[in-house]
């Protein structure tokens, strides 16, 4: 396995021999290391490869210089040279066995002599391996190959140790566990659930970037419950947990948190159907998994026994607003899920398709951009033990898509505007800019949502009408 994995490396990536014959000749060894050496062993070789080497930052830019296409040393103060090469970027990281403070993650950065103290200062066991290159030596000395083939996540040093030094590794834990599949041990888990507070020294972005990555990984709901059973989702999405509300007696509504999950598997599903070689879409998924967090909030027992969660959705947005706000997630991601958490339940009124063309039109408009995603989020949330009627949803949801493509054939619906234009309204209402002629082409667009295309002529007329209600004769000479 491991001589089969680092021949299909060299043979994927060729600069990987140019790099260890330029090093051995300056009398360095040169590894390859951590993640690039665990995807080999999985079968994955990529283009973006991380080595290590005795030689300081300084020799190793001297060596990159005239080899490499770019080289660039913005991690230099962490000993890290980056460089690119025939399509392949690399990373050259001088031998490290740093030492923390344990009131932050940051480290005091010590360059060190030996691999094996390189690799004993690593987040787990399956990134602690390095082979190096120029006499093919594999080198293991904490069982990362044992726990790649066990499907492990374990720490080369004890994991209550590794969690003090950097509390960020929790949640790389989980991210691993996504990514990969992998399972922590036992004693991985339970340093998780005893240090779970200890993530409170991470600044919002680094648990942002980690829970970003989670998501976007081939197996994102084993993430999400390894965040939520150890304890850490209490810290950075306090949301989830909040969803496992008790079942009542009667069972007169879903575990809130299940589903959730449920609908982020199925929202994965649909985005893989729709484009199997595309990029993983981060704002499906975070909407699909935040889609009910309004749920708890809203709860309500009626009489008779039932459960209500009236505005959930409305609630919802706000709350995911405010926690992707506070995690520094961009302003175009923010807005985005909150507004798929807020159009989420919007079909169900749909019924039997008794919906006017009016309400298919204003669908497509308050989704805009977002409606492909709407689509597969709406789908995803149909989550039913009874078949009839999952089937049922899924046939109205047909019928409503049928009608919007239909109506987008006759009107354009993607760019729904009113029948005249802001210059056209001042022209013949013979105004000055200003907010007039903005209520005016709002009027006019809620017309076109209603009625579909008017036509210039009836755009005229319906804005003359609608002036004078205003007080505003206009120059009817100009229509």
Known sequence: MQRNAIEELLRRAPVVEELARLFAAAGFSLYIVGGSVRDALLGQVGADLDFTTEARPERVLELLDGWAETVWDTGIEFGTVGAYRKGTTVEITTFRADTYDRSSRNPEVVFGDSIDGDLLRRDFTVNAMAVELSRREFVDPHGGLRDVIRQWLDTPAPPEESFADDPLRMMRAARFAAQLGFDPTQRVL????????????ITPERVQTELSKLLCGQYPRKGVELL????????????LPAMRLEIDEHHQHKDVYLHSLVVLDQAVELERAADPDGEPDLTLRLAALLHDIGKPATRRFEPGGGVSFHHHEVVGAKMARKRLRALRYSKEIVSD?????????RFHGYGEGNWTDSAVRRYVNDAG??????????????TTRNRRKARALQRSYDDLEARIRRIAEEEDLARVRPDLDGNEIIRLLGIEPGPLVGKAWRHLKELRLDQGPLGREQAVAELYRWAREQGVEPPEELG
Do not use: F, N
């Open 228 to 239: 939520v059973d150890t304890g850490l989702a209490d810290h950075v999405l306090p949301e």
């Open 190 to 201: 339970t340093a998780m659930r005893e240090m779970a507070a200890e993530i409170a020294r």
């Open 369 to 382: 951009h977002l409606l492909q995603r709407l689509h597969k989020l709406v789908r995803a949330d149909c």
């Open 337 to 345: 899920v909150s507004d798929l958490v807020y159009l989420h339940l």
